[in-house]
């Protein structure tokens, strides 16, 4: 056990702060399949990637060799801002439970984007802007990602363009007011802007958008225009990358109290912060240093690896991406709008995938209602009004908690708290009022989306 009495919040100085993201794929014994361009149906070179992302970013998404890469002093400085983060020790939360564990959680909702994202964010302009660039494109749906972007872009001096889907434009009015405070141009997705979006505005007129149809827009924009490119925030493998220094802070912190994890859990969406999260005790664990349980945890109503294929998928429903190796529902499969929070993507980072598929790591699906009945107990007890996609990791930590008073075991559970939840009001309020209802596909529904896969 740990000698030195554990504080609530631990914090590093700005001295200990990673000076360099660890690269989980170096790693690995076997990397996941490469990206396929869909036109040729072979490997995406670097070259044909530098066309849609920055230079530096195609270079570390192929770099399987380099266990550590450095954060540069330029994104370490933004980093400041709002790092490190604090690791809280969840004494609250454990005494509610009456639970005999240990446990922490790595709160990343401490900036005005409210989530994650601005690690990637940060580093993604950074390398924008050096290599000469004057904007990028993106898109958003719950907006934390545009958010993210905007004021990295606002820090390191790029336009910005954010395409979002247009039912968030008209639901989240506010959301679109901080994007436009740090000086982005926001777009209601489809515009007439694109050709992508004038060819379904013409089809589909009235249409509130999709995901897809932003990623679309924002791609067809970032190609037409000089020294543009697009920016993606999650999925891909240098986004999890820079999301590593959630877990490499959260390390650092541990180690210092001579604290050893047995459980890291997270949410999983595309699966960004999870992959951050666990990248140093997961390399760990592939050096046979420990032997610690993962788990990633996805929505009932979106179980893209609990329940879905480990296939080749387009990464978007428009089809205009590259494939990727990874679990997915089907790249035309539609969560249920009655679903709240986000985490609604149909695929999942290939390298998490790679994980889940070679037996490093867990899955749990969970309920929207029991997802938010933890987050109101989490609330009340640690004060953090957390994201709906963070109460799915509260939700399963929790689990574990009770299970340990269940067996008497002293367990210590690291979990992610990625975001607060201020701009998921309506959600909450669905919650509070009792109209929150539970959505779980069909087997029919699986099948629809499964046969959007393209056979390979
Ligand atoms: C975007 C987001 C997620 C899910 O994305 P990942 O890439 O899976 O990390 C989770 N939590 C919050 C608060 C988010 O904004």
């Known amino acids: 056990m740990s000698a030195k009495k554990i504080p609530y919040k631990m914090y590093l100085s700005e001295e200990e702060m990673p000076k360099t993201w660890l690269n989980l794929k170096a790693f690995m014994p076997e990397q996941h399949e490469p990206f396929l361009n869909p036109a040729t149906g072979k490997p995406c070179s670097a070259e044909e990637l530098e066309v849609v992302f920055c230079k530096e970013c195609v270079e570390q998404e192929l770099n399987c060799t380099d266990k550590y890469i450095e954060i540069p002093e330029g994104i370490r400085n933004f980093y400041t801002n709002f790092r490190p983060s604090p690791l809280i020790r969840a004494y609250f939360l454990e005494k509610m439970l009456d639970t005999p564990a240990e446990i922490y959680y790595k709160f990343e909702g401490n900036n005005t984007s409210g989530s994650h994202k601005l690690n990637s964010a940060a580093a993604q302009a950074y390398y924008a802007k050096k290599q000469g660039l004057t904007s990028v494109t993106t898109e958003t749906g719950a907006g934390q990602w545009g958010t993210a972007l905007a004021m990295a872009c606002a820090f390191y001096g790029l336009d910005l363009k954010v ?79 820079h999301q590593s220094v959630i877990g490499v802070e959260s390390k650092i912190a541990l180690d210092k109290y001579g604290v050893q994890p047995d459980i890291v859990i997270g949410c999983v969406g595309g699966g960004s912060n999870y992959g951050g999260l666990i990248s140093p005790f997961m390399a760990e664990k592939l050096e046979g240093k420990n032997n610690i349980r993962f788990i990633g945890v996805e929505p009932a109503s979106c179980p893209s690896m609990s329940r879905g294929k480990y296939a080749y998928d387009f990464c978007d429903s428009a089809k205009i991406t590259p494939l990727a190796k990874m679990y997915t529902l089907g790249c035309e499969f539609m969560p249920s709008p009655d679903h709240a929070g986000g985490l609604r993507y149909h695929g999942m980072s290939p390298v998490v995938s790679k994980l889940y598929h070679d037996g490093y790591m867990e899955v749990k699906a969970v309920k929207q209602t029991d997802v938010f009945k933890a987050a109101e107990q989490f609330a009340r007890c640690e004060g953090i009004l957390p994201a709906p996609e963070s109460s799915h990791a509260i939700k399963v930590a929790m689990d574990e908690a009770l299970e340990c008073k269940k067996t008497g075991e002293k367990k210590v559970i690291l979990f992610g708290l990625t975001g607060t939840g201020y701009f998921d009001l309506a959600a909450y309020k669905q919650f509070n009022d009792g109209t929150m209802k539970d959505y779980i596909p069909t087997e029919e529904d699986l099948a629809r989306g499964f046969a959007s896969i393209p056979e390979i």
Do not use: W
């Open 163 to 241: 395409y979002m889907v247009k039912t968030s434009y008209e639901q989240k009015p506010y959301r679109k007011e901080v994007i436009k405070t740090y000086g982005a141009d926001i777009i209601p997705s489809p515009s007439d802007t694109t050709e992508a979006g004038r060819k379904i505005l013409a089809e589909f007129p009235g249409t509130g958008g999709s995901l897809g149809c932003a990623i679309a827009e924002a791609v067809e924009t970032a190609v037409k225009t000089p020294n543009c490119r697009y920016v993606l925030g999650s999925v891909l493998d240098h986004v999890l990358l």
